[in-house]
Every structure is written in structure tokens, then in C-alpha cells.
């Protein structure tokens, strides 16, 4: 080898020597920046995850916005599954639909838009899995039912071709029914469509689902042959998913009611029936399912009766002290309208048909009924010569017909029955409150010896019924009956309005924690059920009619109801009106603001012997257009639990309160630092609320009566543990 040809084989050998340093150096850096980035991509998980625990225990703490800030904070830097869809389930717990949803929807945000590399592929597919499956359960559960069917088919998409996973089963049948219930074709179609690309797993959900929707698709199209032949088909030679034949009993009954043949309606329910005990789902289910089957065949046969208590019993469902979250509860108010219509009780079948509309506002069935009654009602008032049937209920006579009081007042309380309903009830010619149910009282004055008192009912169509009651006053006679023979329940709705839809109102920090710490007060010292304290967070018009409709449904003359109110208010000058902003309010649309004059209505049909109204919003003192505070102590407690009572407190007069609620402050702590077994409201205020808030801001809170909700003496009464 010459010389020239060694020094080219030294410089080669040297450029390739060159060439794989650099590779390796190049590899060397691209490793380590890639142990760096996973090193810093963990580091994140860990920060985030500490952040989520000290949030949990804030929460825990009842220091609600500085947990959820901390939660945000936590996804922004890592989304984790115990960070904000934990703090949805809490919301959803809460009572806060909406904030519950909203919180999920940034969640969701977060990770379809997550950084390249931040997460492997099949830990995102897992975390799309739980967040769908969580959000569909909790909104089929207690939320936003149309919500659940979308989350549902979400969750079904991330199953094309492969086999569904574990929270398929129930999802798979909630979203199947509630699409059908609210004829939404649409999803049912996505849903069959979804289910048919699906692998086999070992109950072969998704050849359930797709005969599910499939079967509810024809009776919706109304190919009702083809419906019944699949269906009998599947019972007779299985459909190849666990339990078909038990399944397609099950869904018979609603191939046959979709087209109003009643006789194989009945017939298919009860071999639903005989099928139950082959159905591992549980005995109290198909009670329940069966109830309102039967309600419908017992109004189908005009048991009016029979089927308004299987309807209300259906309505009114609860499970596990909660109450269900029933999506088709308004064709049932339609049915048991239909009854109270076969029974002639107009009034009666007018409320269910527009509750029917409040859950539905489309429903054709309600629509068409209130256009039928007002037909009937026309007519019934032009012939009707009945006159309304009159009982009294209060005072109640041991002996005779003369009762024995003693004290210089009493209150008259009872019943005025007529099908077409009732205009007016008086008491000596003096006007008295009637509810639209029949349900009257008023209070009126003894002297001494035989009174004599005229109860006269009119209706719509001017006939008078009437009662007569004497009532012998003196000071040495006892009552002959208590006028309470039984203990009542103590209920309260808790309504907070923190988040506004509108940007040009600005949202609020503490109407939910204040809520909330008055929900534990009411539950931890005194006789408050948690199964009957309903909250309603973030609530829009249409929630709050609905939860008042559903405490009608639920309380009893002797039971008693705390309603607080805490968000933005705001007064009308121009019109004198106050008026409370849910949600869904619009600042320069007063149609979207609720009036006084609705929240006194809506309480003014509450049937509670006690009710006990808590605002704390601006302008909040605007809700009293009657009497104001009555500076006189307290009689005793058993006289001022004799009469009924409608009793306001609020954080203010006619003026705007501060931010933040130095009266809710005070409030809290006076029912947590009682120490009396009887606590009235009115004492509360003037001992412990009134001078604390005035002393400690510029606002004057209110106590007083709501005269136009019902209220004719008397208090509302905390009673310890």
C-alpha cells in the first residue's frame, strides 16, 4: 500500500469515527430530552395530583370556591380523574345540574385539546371512557336526562368495533328508554347504529341495545306489526343477548299501549309479570314499573280512583329516600289528569295537564286536554246548579255541635269541594285565602259566650255552599281537641344563584356555600331529614316551578317548609316590583326576571302548616307588600303553632346588600348557637339577627308576614334535636 492510499484510509476511517459520534451524541440528546420531557410530564401529574388533594379537603371544608378554583388550576396543569370530574360529581350531588355539566365540558376540552405527548393514546381513551360513563349515570341519575342519552352515545362511539365496556349495560337501557319516552328519533337511530358495529362481550349488551332501539324506533314510525313480530319473535326463540326472552316480555307492553289496544296491553303486562322472578334486577323495580302499567288499565276500565293513586304513586317515586329522576313523569300527570277529568274534577285535571306541559312544553295530549276542559268548563259553569261542599277541619267538635275555645281568636280552617273549582271563600261575609285545592282558613275574634260563624263557598258559577260553626269562648274552658292531631315533617328548599348565562350580570361567590352551610345547620340541630331538604343550585325558571311542583306532590298540612332564596335580586321602580334573577335571566329583558308575585303564588299553594321564606338577595324586603315587622314578643309556642303561618326574613329592605352577606353570617350562626328546644323565627331575628347586621353594614333585614301566601297568625318554629 503506497502512502497516499493510507493517509485517504486514515481520513475515511476518521469521517466515519466523526459520523458516529454525532449519532450517538444526536441519540444521547434526543433521549435524554425525551427522559426530560417524560420527567417534567410526571412532575406536572404530581403537582396536579396534590393540588386535586388539598382541593378535596377544602371541599370537604365546605370552602366550595376556593376548592373548585384549585380543581381548574389542577387541569390546567394536568387532567386528571380526580380532579374536575370530581368536582361535576359534587356539583351533581349539590343539587348544581348545570354547573355539574359545565364543569364536564371543560374536562372534556381539556382532553380532546391535550398536548402531543403529555399522556399515551390508550390512557386518553380511558379517561374519554370514564368521563362518558360518569357523566351519562349522574345525569340519568338526578340530572339533565337529554344530556345522559348524548353522553351515552359519546361513550357508544369509542366502542365502534370493539367490544362495550363494563358501565355498557345500564347506559345501554337508560338511553334506550329515555330517547323513546322523549321521541327523540334521532338519537334512538344513533344509538341502533352504534350498537350493530359493536363486538360480542358476555351478555352480549350491544345485540340488546340495538333490539331495544330497533323495537322503539318501529313504534315510534308507527309499524307496529313489525314492532309486535320481533318482539314475540325474540320470546319465543331468543334474540342472542342474556335474558332476551325475559327482555322482549318486557317491551311488549309498550308495542301494544303506543297503538291504544288495551286488551293486549293488559295481557302482555301480565305476562311481564309472571316472567318477573327470571329478570335479575330486583323485585322493587318492577313494583314500580308496574304501578304505572296498571294505572293505565285501571283508567282505561274508568277506576279513576284506583288509577290517580297508582299515577301519584308513580309521580311521587323514590328510591333510597331520593327521589327518582322520572324523564316520562309528564305523560303520567297527562294520565292522571285524564282521571281527575273522568272523575268531573276540572280544577284538579287543569293543574296536571299544565304540569304535564311544564316538563313538556310540546305535548300534544296536554295540549289538546286543556283545550277540551276549557270546552267543559264553558259549559259546566253556563248549567252547573250544584253549590261547593263545605267541611271544617279546624276547630274540631268533641261534643255537640258547639266547640270550646279559650283566648280572644281562633283559626277556621277547611275544605270547599267543587268540580268546577272554587272562586271564593268567606268567613261572616269577610273574605278569607283558598288555595286552588279547596284548602282554606282564616282567623277570626271571640267574645265572650256563643259565637256564630258562616263558612260560604262560591264557585265559578256563582252557587254558595255553606257551613255553620259555634264556638263558645270563656276563660275557664279548655280546647276540646288539639287542633294538630299529628306531628308534621320538617322540609326546606334551598335555592342559590351563583352563575349567571348572562355575561352582563355578574356572577356571585357565596350563594351555594351559604346554601350549603345552611342545609348541615338545618340537618346537624334540628329535626330536618336530609332525604327532605332539596337544593336547587344554579336553577333556571323552569326548575324552580318543577321543584315546587314536586314538594306539592310531597308535603302535608301539618308539615313544614323553609324556602331560602340567595342570588341576584332587583327592583323596579317605574312599577314598584321586586323580582328574583335565575340562571337563565336576561338583564335587559324584565320577561325573563321572576316577580314577587309568582314566588308568592307558587308558595301560596303549598299546603305546609308552616313556611318560612330566607332571601338574602338586593332588594330583597321588596317581597313584603303587607305588614312589616311586629315589634310584640312571641305568645307561646302552642298557640302560635295552632295557626298557620307564612313568615318572611331578608337580608334587606327596598336598598341593594353587600357582596358579601354579613346577614347569612349572622343567620347561620343563630340557629348553630341555639340552645332553646323552640326556636321561633321572629325571636331569632330581633334577638340575634337585626342589631348584628345593622350594626355591622348599612342594610336593615326584614322580618314580617305574607299575608297574600296564607298567612293569618302565628310563627315558624326551629325545634332542636
Not at 475 to 504: F, H, M, R, T, W
Amino acid at each position: 500500500m503506497n502512502h497516499r492510499k493510507l493517509i485517504s484510509l486514515l481520513f475515511c476511517g476518521r469521517i466515519i469515527l466523526l459520523i458516529a459520534l454525532v449519532i450517538n451524541s444526536s441519540s444521547s440528546f434526543s433521549q435524554r430530552r425525551e427522559e426530560g420531557r417524560s420527567y417534567k410530564n410526571e412532575d406536572k401529574k404530581t403537582d396536579a395530583d396534590k393540588m386535586c388533594s388539598r382541593a378535596w379537603k377544602l371541599w370537604k371544608n365546605d370552602k366550595y370556591l376556593e376548592a373548585e378554583n384549585l380543581y381548574y388550576k389542577a387541569n390546567e396543569l394536568f387532567p386528571l380523574p380526580n380532579g374536575l370530574p370530581v368536582l361535576a360529581a359534587e356539583k351533581m350531588k349539590l343539587g348544581d345540574v348545570k354547573g355539574a355539566n359545565k364543569t364536564w365540558d371543560i374536562y372534556r376540552q381539556s382532553l380532546i385539546t391535550m398536548p402531543t405527548g403529555l399522556m399515551k393514546a390508550s390512557e386518553i381513551a380511558n379517561l374519554f371512557e370514564q368521563h362518558y360513563s360518569q357523566r351519562a349515570s349522574l345525569n340519568f341519575e338526578s340530572g339533565d336526562s337529554r344530556i345522559a342519552v348524548e353522553a351515552t352515545i359519546n361513550y357508544m362511539e369509542l366502542f365502534r368495533g370493539k367490544k362495550p365496556g363494563g358501565s355498557a349495560n345500564t347506559l345501554f337501557d337508560n338511553a334506550c328508554k329515555v330517547a323513546f319516552f322523549l321521541e327523540d328519533r334521532k338519537s334512538l337511530q344513533t344509538i341502533n347504529e352504534l350498537a350493530k358495529t359493536m363486538e360480542k362481550n358476555m351478555f352480549n349488551v350491544a345485540r340488546r341495545c340495538e333490539f331495544f332501539s330497533g323495537v322503539f324506533l318501529l313504534i315510534l314510525d308507527k309499524k307496529y306489526k313489525e314492532a309486535e313480530a320481533w318482539v314475540l319473535d325474540v320470546m319465543k326463540n331468543k334474540g342472542g343477548f342474556n335474558g332476551s326472552g325475559d327482555w322482549a316480555e318486557f317491551t311488549l307492553p309498550y308495542v301494544y299501549l303506543a297503538q291504544e289496544d288495551y286488551e293486549k296491553f293488559e295481557n302482555s303486562v301480565q305476562i311481564a309479570k309472571e316472567g318477573r322472578p327470571k329478570l335479575l334486577i330486583g323485585e322493587g323495580f318492577f313494583e314500580r314499573t308496574f304501578r304505572n302499567f296498571y294505572g293505565i288499565i285501571d283508567l282505561h276500565k274508568k277506576k279513576y280512583q284506583e288509577a290517580i293513586i297508582k299515577f301519584t304513586g308513580y309521580i311521587e317515586r323514590r328510591a333510597f329516600g331520593r327521589r327518582v329522576n322520572q324523564v316520562d313523569q309528564f305523560r303520567y300527570y297527562c294520565y292522571r289528569a285524564e282521571a281527575h277529568e273522568g272523575l268531573g274534577e276540572i280544577d284538579k285535571a287543569k293543574k296536571d295537564y299544565e304540569a304535564a306541559l311544564l316538563y313538556s312544553p310540546g305535548f300534544e295530549p296536554a295540549i289538546q286536554g286543556l283545550a277540551r276542559l276549557e270546552g267543559k268548563i264553558i259549559a259546566e259553569r253556563k248549567t252547573d246548579k250544584t253549590p261547593p261542599q263545605v267541611i271544617i277541619t279546624e276547630p274540631e267538635s268533641a261534643r255537640g255541635v258547639i266547640v270550646e275555645a279559650t283566648g280572644n281568636d281562633l283559626m277556621i280552617k277547611g275544605t270547599a269541594t267543587d268540580p268546577g273549582g272554587i272562586r271564593s271563600v268567606t268567613i261572616n261575609g269577610e273574605k278569607v285565602f283558598s288555595q286552588e285545592n279547596g284548602n282554606f282558613w282564616g282567623n277570626v275574634t271571640l267574645k265572650e259566650g256563643i259565637n256564630k260563624f258562616i263558612v260560604v263557598a262560591t264557585d265559578f258559577s256563582g252557587n254558595a255552599g255553606e257551613k255553620t260553626v259555634e264556638i263558645k269562648q270563656g276563660s275557664s274552658v279548655s280546647v276540646s281537641k288539639p287542633a294538630i292531631e299529628k306531628e308534621g315533617k320538617n322540609y326546606a328548599l334551598l335555592i342559590g344563584c351563583q352563575n349567571y348565562d348572562d355575561g352582563n350580570i355578574p356572577s356571585l361567590e357565596d350563594p351555594i356555600p351559604d346554601a350549603v352551610r345552611l342545609k348541615l345547620t338545618l340537618k346537624n340541630n334540628y329535626n330536618f331529614d336530609e332525604d327532605n331538604i332539596f337544593t336547587l343550585f344554579n336553577p333556571e325558571q323552569s326548575d324552580l316551578k318543577k321543584q315546587f311542583l314536586e314538594i306539592l306532590e310531597m308535603i302535608q298540612p301539618e308539615d313544614n317548609l323553609v324556602i331560602f332564596y340567595a342570588g341576584h335580586g332587583i327592583w323596579v321602580e317605574k312599577e314598584k316590583k321586586g323580582y328574583w334573577l335565575l340562571t337563565d335571566a336576561k338583564l335587559n329583558d324584565v320577561n325573563t326576571w321572576v316577580p314577587n308575585k309568582t314566588v308568592l303564588d307558587l308558595i301560596g299553594r303549598i299546603p305546609s302548616r308552616h313556611t318560612l321564606l330566607i332571601t338574602d338577595a338586593c332588594f330583597s324586603g321588596s317581597v313584603f307588600r303587607t305588614r312589616g315587622l311586629n315589634t310584640d314578643m312571641p305568645a307561646p309556642i302552642q298557640q302560635l303553632n295552632a295557626k298557620i303561618s307564612r313568615v318572611a326574613i331578608t337580608s334587606g329592605n327596598d336598598t341593594e346588600v353587600p357582596d358579601k352577606s354579613v346577614f347569612m353570617k349572622y343567620l347561620i350562626k343563630a340557629l348553630a348557637e341555639n340552645k332553646d328546644k323552640y326556636l321561633t323565627a321572629q325571636k331569632m331575628f330581633i334577638s340575634q339577627i337585626l342589631e348584628a347586621v345593622m350594626t355591622e353594614t348599612k342594610t336593615e333585614p326584614r322580618y314580617g308576614t305574607l299575608e297574600a301566601s296564607g298567612h293569618i297568625g302565628g310563627d315558624f318554629i326551629f325545634t332542636r334535636k
